[in-house]
């Protein structure tokens, strides 16, 4: 069964770090790209937002007993075969999850202007999301 207390404080964190990254999208993109502490920020709250994704995904499909999870993108396609999401919603999620990879190991080569490009036009991708969590509260 779902720990609804799990759920909701990830969740919450999801808020939080949602409402952080919109004020980024309030920069022009030189601006953004000129100061390491806005970027810095953008890409660790970023991280942490798809963790959370990633987080409460995984409990679900643990605590729903959806099947086994041997990558992170295991998570998304298991709540689609259970009727959860949609598989374009699978597919948007699996592409964040891919850019959390980058984030995390591919930092060094990071294209920073991408990371603007998903602050301002993906977000709402995470916020479905979060929607889709919040039904089982």
Known sequence: MVKREVVRRRLERLAEYLT???RFQ???????LSDPEHYG????????????TMDVGSHIVAEENLGPIDQSRDVP??????GDISEDLEQRWTRMIGFRNILVHEYAELDRSLVYQI???????????????????
């Not at 396609?77 to 259970?82: F, I, P, Q, S, T």
């Not at 301002?120 to 089982?136: G, S, T, Y």
């Open 20 to 22: 952080i990254l919109e």
């Open 26 to 32: 309030d920069y022009e993109l030189e601006i953004f």
């Open 77 to 82: 396609r298991r709540l689609r075969e259970h």
């Open 41 to 52: 920020s953008a890409e660790r709250f970023l991280q942490l937002a798809i963790e959370a």
């Open 119 to 137: 602050v301002c036009e993906r977000l709402p991708d995470l916020e479905e999301i979060r929607k889709v969590f919040a039904r089982f509260l």
